[in-house]
């Protein structure tokens, strides 16, 4: 396999595994169940705290007939909770996730669009949410929770790697997957929060008190059951319509709780229907604010966490997308960040777009935000993005890192691409650490009858003498094209490049 191209150094391996799994279960709900504080809307009583209620979720049935966008819900095991998604359309896998205080049906205008151009859409409640569990103890509710139990969906749809778009929180989980799991993420939209680095020395919540002061909502969410008891005062329709149509910044005067300081607009805009808002109001009556105000809970917790990414930078390929009126644009230097080249220097294949709206621009400007979102996918390509070490040499072929992904627009891996995205077979991408010469073994736990070895140039390594590849049951095997071959090999396999 001698080609000049090649040297040997980081190897990637796609095998192409002969397990079909065609079309999602639906119907027959697993037995999961939810666990929240009851009572009137977000209402944790602090008399009673540890006050359970289970309850066995189903109520999405409601939008099973073709409703609203048609989707289907099913709900998946995974990190140790049931997760409820809606999910619709065949193709490459695309995660919606949604923010505070929302659950999958912000989604519902991109569920639609989206699977019409030939996507398979997933947009689940996120822990805590909807008809998803709702872990009682806001330590449950760090990023990596959350991170791991998007990695579990992934696993779930046997997807190796998914688009991601994420709104608010969603938008922070989908920052924080791009950053433990590049591998597992071909490109990431964002919406309406941008990335903030990590401060080095101060706890996010002190952070924020600094900038904002004690009427912001993050600190005023700190304490368990004070938000609840403050919204409890209002019919859940009330508290969906204030934060849905939210003009002010989260940030009361002194002395006032937020929700009181929110604004009820009195009529409706256009792009949120009553309709709309009893979808809200009827999940977050039923499961209540706890577990979506763990997530602020759980904030320092995850900062104490984050310190090993400290400095880290974002990889994935990216489009951010926020409201030029979203009252977080204009504060807190957000405008002029997102604008200016640190958020560049952290994210280096990063493309803004100011769009016209406020904090829910899924739902307010649904036309323009759908159109980013799919010109995003249309252009990021299913490749093996991210694979790419950044240190590697911009003028060689296969990777231009730091800010591009591998362009794998070769017919071959156009051809995998297709195979994975119409879920013919999964395809399994696994990345192997740089040796120049010696054996690397890796196993494949599956059967694969198909393996793509990607000989990857870094630092000049020198030229590849040969790659041999060798099945449980067969002898070693030499490849001998540069980029892949069949063979039948019975079982696992190991690979060996010398
Ligand atoms: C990860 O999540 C935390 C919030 O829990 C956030 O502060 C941080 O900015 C996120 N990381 C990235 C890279 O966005
Ligand atoms: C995406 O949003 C999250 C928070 O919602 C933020 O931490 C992250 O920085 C954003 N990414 C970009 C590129 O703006
Ligand atoms: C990158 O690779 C090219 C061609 O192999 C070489 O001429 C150049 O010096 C390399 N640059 C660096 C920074 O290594």
Request: with cysteine; hydrophobic share 40%.
């Amino acid at each position: 396999m001698a080609n000049s191209q090649f040297v040997p150094a980081c190897i990637m391996f796609i095998a192409n595994i002969v397990i079909v799994n065609i079309g999602a279960a639906i119907g027959g709900w697993p037995n999961g169940h939810a666990t929240f504080y009851g009572g009137a809307c977000g209402y944790a009583d602090t008399n009673k705290q540890g006050y359970r209620v289970e309850t066995t979720a189903q109520s999405s049935a409601l939008f099973n007939n073709g409703q609203t966008c048609g989707a289907c819900f099913e709900r998946i095991q995974t990190n140790g909770i049931w997760l409820h998604v809606a999910e619709k359309g065949t193709g490459p896998l695309v995660l919606l996730l949604h923010g505070f205080p929302e659950i999958w049906y912000a989604w519902r205008h991109q569920i639609e669009y989206l699977a019409e151009n030939g996507y398979h859409v997933v947009a689940p409640d996120l822990r805590g949410y909807g008809d998803s569990d709702a872990p009682l103890n806001h330590n449950s509710y760090t990023i990596f929770h959350i991170v791991g139990d998007l990695i579990g969906l992934l696993d779930h749809f046997g997807q190796q790697q998914a688009y991601v778009v994420g709104h608010d929180w969603g938008a922070v989980a989908g920052w924080n997957l791009s950053l433990f799991r590049p591998d597992r993420v071909i490109g990431l939209v964002n919406l309406s929060v941008p990335y903030f680095p990590r401060s080095p020395t101060t706890k996010t919540t002190e952070a924020i008190r600094q900038i904002f002061g004690e009427g912001s909502h993050v600190i005023q969410f700190q304490e368990p059951g004070r938000a609840e008891k403050a919204f409890a005062r209002y019919d859940c329709m009330t508290v969906m319509k204030k934060f849905l149509l939210v003009t002010n910044n989260l940030i009361a005067p002194p002395d006032m709780e937020l929700i009181d300081y929110l604004e009820t607009q009195s009529s409706l805009p256009a792009w949120l229907t009553e309709e709309d808002i009893r979808v809200f109001d009827k999940k977050f009556e039923e499961s209540g604010f706890t577990g979506p105000l763990n997530y602020y809970r759980a904030m320092d917790l995850t900062w104490e966490l984050l310190a090993p990414w400290q400095g880290s930078k974002i990889m994935v390929p990216m489009k951010f997308m926020i409201g030029d009126n979203d009252p977080g644009f204009k504060s807190g230097g957000t405008s002029e960040f997102v604008q200016g080249d640190e958020f560049r220097s952290l994210v280096p294949d990063l493309e803004v777009v100011i769009v016209g709206g406020h904090h829910f621009i899924q739902q307010e400007n649904p036309q323009e935000v759908s159109s980013q979102i799919l010109s995003f996918l249309r252009t990021t390509k299913v490749t093996a993005t991210n694979l790419c070490p950044p240190s590697k040499n911009a003028s060689a072929n296969w990777c231009n890192p730091p800010s591009k992904h591998f362009d794998l627009s070769q017919p071959m891996f156009l051809k995998i691409a297709k195979f994975a995205a119409a879920r013919i077979v999964p395809i399994h991408f696994q990345r192997v650490p740089c040796f120049k010469r010696g054996g690397i073994k890796f196993y494949l736990g599956v059967r694969p009858n198909f393996l793509l070895v990607l000989v990857d140039n870094v630092g000049g390594a020198g030229e590849v003498v040969d790659v041999k590849v060798k099945g449980l049951s067969t002898g070693w095997i030499q490849m001998t094209r540069n980029w892949g071959q069949n063979w039948q090999t019975g079982g696992g396999l190991e690979g060996k490049n010398h």
